[in-house]
């Protein structure tokens, strides 16, 4: 088979995700991290999206209504990540959800990106994240990246708010 090499251009166009409690979900991921709702598929399933798109992310019950969390140690979704456009809108959503208490898993620096990870009500893992700008990626002296994952100093990320 000949090598197949994707077009630079392809993006991740949405995630569509099993829930248990479709209102739950909605007032996660629309109340609490800001998506809108674009449209309701019934009872038993949502669209939501930033700035009007017609859908980031689908939630369903389709499969999985008043059901429990998928058991952390079995294969499926790590985490769906949501980026971005600065870095000071990622310290907004930091101080959204840290004013209405609501609890992280970790918030990193990769050297690429910053990133604040929470689970959703489901327990799916959501990464909040922005890149910064490529020219400002680690590199060693070849110019490989070289991602890490060290701690976020997040006092200096609420900074941006300043």
Known sequence: MAKYKIPAQTRIGHVHLKV????RSIDFY????????????????AFISAGGYHHHIGLN???SKNS???????PGLYHTAILYPGRKDLAAI???LADAGYPFTGA???GVSEALYLNDPDGNGVELYW???????????????????????????????D
Do not use: V
Request: net charge negative; proline share 7%; hydrophobic share 30%.
């Open 20 to 23: 248990a409690d479709l209102q």
């Open 30 to 45: 629309c109340g609490l991290l800001g998506f809108e709702l674009q449209l309701m598929y019934g009872d038993s399933a």
């Open 61 to 63: 019950t389709w499969h």
């Open 68 to 74: 429990p969390p998928a058991p952390e140690q079995y």
């Open 94 to 96: 930091f101080k959204r």
């Open 108 to 110: 990193s620096d990769h």
């Open 131 to 161: 890149d910064r700008p490529k020219d400002q990626w680690p590199t060693d002296e070849h110019g490989n990246l070289t991602m890490f994952t060290r701690r976020l100093n997040i006092e200096d990320l609420l900074k941006e708010l």
